[in-house]
């Protein structure tokens, strides 16, 4: 019989491995501990409906039988529910796949490149089987034919073999594909739940803050909750984190200028990041804003909306003249070329006013657009930090070694 240290070990490798397969990367903070299930200033009515989705997907990650449908707008805490329930699963040992739909379409796409390491066909096979499968962000791929064949097939396949399934859309059922909605709808197998709550990012922040800030969503991320001492660091880990929380700690009670981390998923970047926004909280300064970029030009795109409530200079001003702006997950790798000329011109009209600024990122400075990594690497105005421990969820960092710039 192994060891308790063997068992240990084994254990840990095992989560390690459900967690790359799971696909969840960063959203292994999306859990049900840090979901707000009463909301941040919603009407009684509201709250209830937003408690009862809670509730629902409680119960679903504990026994997950059939599908579970939600509903909703931007913003309402779908994909937040739907990763809670994938990591909760998780956590228990189980398997579980998490894929946002767009980018499924992708990866299905490209196995037809002369380049690709699996074929279309185990791709498809791996996604058909998944013991769990959570499909983030329904409608919003391009319905091309080949698109809306592909996910019929693949929900069609799962519907016929009662594999549990969550699926989340902000689109209306009859707006889909009726051969999917038929298969959706089906009360014999699928609980389909409309969440009513508003963009949780403009549902009020205390001390008045931005109706775009998340802050409150990391409100138990402080200087005092991080932890410098993971299991099995090594010594230079260890001096390379407790750098870093020197460096953030200093920023927070004096923020001048910019500071830039830059890591592997889960290495602490925003936890330090948020520690820093809360610190001016806790002490009664100006409310800082804190985004998640990808969120950040989801809420610029919607401007354009003819039933948006504000308009694209209103909300980029909003951004702009925050008195401490907290940038979390820098990665325009992927962006269009009107998301990159945005966040350069917020971010330009920073660097020029001198205004505090902290940015997270995995992607090495080398890889950021030019025009940005001019300004970061400006050293009368700019700490870069590249945080090399490995991720507090048992990954490796995938950059190389560095220090501060």
């Given at each position: 019989?192994?060891?308790r240290?063997t068992?240990?070990?084994?254990?840990?490798?095992r989560?390690?491995a459900?967690?790359?397969?799971?696909?969840?990367?960063?959203?292994g903070?999306?859990?049900f501990?840090?979901?707000?299930?009463?909301?941040?200033?919603?009407?009684?009515?509201?709250?209830?409906?937003l408690?009862?989705a809670?509730?629902?997907?409680?119960?679903?990650?504990?026994?997950?039988?059939?599908?579970l449908?939600?509903?909703?707008g931007?913003?309402?805490?779908?994909?937040?529910?739907?990763?809670a329930i994938?990591?909760?699963?998780?956590?228990?040992?189980h398997?579980?796949?998490f894929?946002?739909?767009?980018?499924?379409?992708?990866?299905?796409?490209?196995?037809?490149?002369?380049?690709?390491?699996?074929?279309?066909?185990?791709?498809?096979?791996?996604?058909?089987?998944?013991?769990l499968?959570?499909?983030?962000?329904?409608?919003?791929?391009?319905?091309t034919?080949?698109?809306?064949?592909?996910?019929?097939?693949?929900?069609?396949?799962?519907?016929?073999g009662?594999?549990p399934?969550?699926?989340?859309?902000?689109q209306?059922?009859?707006?889909?594909?009726?051969?999917?909605t038929?298969?959706l709808v089906?009360?014999?197998?699928s609980?389909v739940?409309e969440?009513?709550?508003p963009?949780?990012?403009?549902s009020g922040?205390?001390?008045?803050?931005?109706?775009?800030?998340t802050?409150?969503?990391?409100r138990?991320?402080?200087?005092?909750?991080?932890?410098?001492?993971?299991p099995?660091?090594?010594?230079?880990?260890?001096?390379?984190?407790?750098?870093?929380?020197?460096?953030?700690?200093?920023f927070?009670?004096?923020?001048?200028?910019?500071?830039?981390f830059?890591?592997?998923?889960?290495?602490?970047?925003?936890?330090?990041?948020?520690?820093?926004?809360?610190?001016?909280?806790?002490?009664g300064?100006?409310?800082?804003?804190?985004?998640?970029?990808?969120?950040?030009?989801?809420?610029?795109?919607?401007?354009f909306s003819?039933?948006?409530?504000?308009?694209?200079?209103?909300?980029?001003?909003?951004v702009?003249?925050?008195?401490?702006?907290?940038?979390?997950?820098l990665?325009?790798?992927?962006?269009?070329?009107?998301?990159?000329?945005k966040?350069?011109?917020l971010?330009?009209?920073?660097?020029?006013?001198?205004?505090?600024?902290?940015?997270?990122?995995?992607?090495s400075?080398?890889?950021?657009?030019?025009?940005?990594?001019?300004r970061?690497?400006?050293?009368?105005r700019?700490?870069?930090?590249?945080?090399?421990?490995?991720?507090?969820?048992?990954?490796?960092?995938?950059?190389?070694r560095?220090?501060?710039?």
């Amino acid at each position: 019989m192994p060891c308790r240290c063997t068992q240990a070990r084994v254990a840990a490798q095992r989560a390690r491995a459900l967690r790359v397969v799971s696909n969840l990367g960063a959203l292994g903070r999306l859990t049900f501990d840090s979901f707000l299930p009463d909301g941040v200033g919603l009407s009684e009515a509201v709250r209830f409906n937003l408690r009862a989705a809670y509730d629902l997907s409680a119960n679903f990650a504990q026994d997950p039988k059939g599908w579970l449908v939600l509903l909703g707008g931007y913003g309402s805490g779908k994909t937040h529910l739907a990763a809670a329930i994938a990591n909760y699963r998780v956590a228990l040992g189980h398997s579980a796949l998490f894929v946002v739909v767009p980018d499924l379409l992708d990866h299905l796409r490209a196995t037809y490149g002369p380049n690709s390491a699996t074929t279309f066909d185990q791709r498809l096979e791996a996604i058909r089987e998944g013991a769990l499968l959570i499909l983030d962000d329904l409608g919003a791929h391009s319905s091309t034919p080949w698109a809306q064949e592909k996910l019929y097939q693949i929900l069609n396949h799962r519907y016929n073999g009662r594999l549990p399934t969550v699926i989340t859309s902000n689109q209306r059922l009859e707006e889909l594909d009726p051969r999917i909605t038929s298969r959706l709808v089906d009360p014999d197998l699928s609980q389909v739940y409309e969440i009513l709550a508003p963009d949780f990012r403009q549902s009020g922040v205390e001390r008045g803050g931005t109706t775009l800030s998340t802050l409150t969503l990391h409100r138990d991320e402080t200087f005092d909750s991080f932890n410098l001492r993971p299991p099995k660091l090594s010594t230079v880990h260890r001096k390379n984190l407790q750098t870093a929380f020197d460096r953030a700690h200093a920023f927070a009670v004096n923020p001048s200028g910019w500071l830039v981390f830059t890591g592997a998923h889960g290495c602490g970047k925003t936890h330090l990041a948020a520690a820093i926004a809360n610190y001016q909280v806790a002490n009664g300064r100006p409310a800082p804003m804190f985004i998640v970029v990808p969120d950040l030009l989801d809420h610029l795109r919607a401007t354009f909306s003819p039933t948006s409530a504000t308009t694209l200079d209103k909300l980029f001003e909003q951004v702009k003249s925050a008195p401490l702006l907290v940038l979390d997950d820098l990665g325009i790798e992927s962006a269009t070329p009107w998301a990159r000329e945005k966040l350069f011109q917020l971010l330009n009209h920073r660097y020029a006013a001198k205004m505090a600024t902290v940015i997270t990122t995995t992607q090495s400075i080398d890889k950021i657009d030019p025009p940005l990594r001019s300004r970061m690497l400006d050293r009368t105005r700019c700490i870069v930090f590249l945080i090399d421990a490995p991720s507090y969820y048992g990954g490796k960092t995938d950059q190389v070694r560095g220090s501060e710039t």
